[in-house]
Nanobody, 114 residues
């Protein structure tokens, strides 16, 4: 089993920055690609950014140039980060860490508001 724990959400003003972190533990040998998803109230969960097992990146068009995903493999833990800059109110959502297939963190709230 893999456990994913997110941190780093919060309230930020428009134009501000936040860094989300996800720590993956357990059977980390089974982890290949990882990604960040988000779900706003009344909307479907959507991909924000992903990093594949070979190190390529995918970003939603709405966050390109503003968000950066990165991954660091330690001995017993895999760390996934999402650096978010120039945040907009429409970035407000619960952000989830994902390690396919079907492994999700509990989510962390990001609120962009003045």
């Amino acid at each position: 089993q893999v456990q994913l724990v997110e941190s780093g959400g919060g309230l930020v003003q428009p134009g501000g920055s936040l860094r989300l972190s996800c720590a993956a533990s357990g059977s980390i040998f089974s982890i290949r690609g990882m990604g960040w998803y988000r779900q706003a109230p009344g909307k479907q969960r959507e991909l924000v950014a992903a990093i594949t097992s070979v190190g390529s990146f995918n970003y939603a068009d709405s966050v390109k140039g503003r968000f950066t995903i990165s991954r660091h493999n330690a001995k017993d833990t895999v760390y996934l980060q999402l650096n978010m800059t120039t945040l907009k109110p429409e970035d407000t959502a619960v952000y989830y860490c994902n390690a396919p297939p079907g492994r999700w963190g509990q989510g962390t709230q990001v609120t962009v508001s003045s």
